[in-house]
């Protein structure tokens, strides 16, 4: 079983949720989330702030979609750790991340994606990124303190969304 840890901004987009993302991008991660029933096992904390993040981004507004699905897959399977493995992410005395690197060069990257960079850098397994930006800007930085970061759209930024046309 091939264990993943999926930021959310995959499940948004497999959710259909935003229509700037180009066809390409949209279906790759249609693809991820789809086949993680299908052999995977996905990597979340066991204080539940990468659940509780699905559930806020991906709602059940739309409860037949993939994203959804994905969502109600975590839920059903959080505690069978052959589908939906829980780790423990040890914090600071300042709350941070005790697996996030605490280096200047990473002082910007996004506190809300933190969780998902030290439940990679303690598990080694990559992140799968969609349309985060975040992880693009900081991907020699992340690389450099163990955190990799798998680009399910490619890591050029300007390719992940449709081209606005100019009238």
Known sequence: ????????????????????????????CTRFIAEIPHGRVVLIDSADEIRAEYARAVGMGRPYQLGAQFLLYVLRYQHDSRHVRRIDLPKRPDGGFADFPDTPDLATFDPSDRKFAALARQTGVAVANATDSDWADHI??????GVAVAFLCGDTKSNWFKRKSRR
């Open 1 to 28: 079983m091939t264990e993943v840890i999926v930021d959310t901004n995959v499940a948004v987009v497999a959710n259909g949720q935003n229509d700037d993302v180009v066809g390409s991008c949209r279906d790759a």
């Open 140 to 145: 020699a930085s992340l690389n450099a303190h």
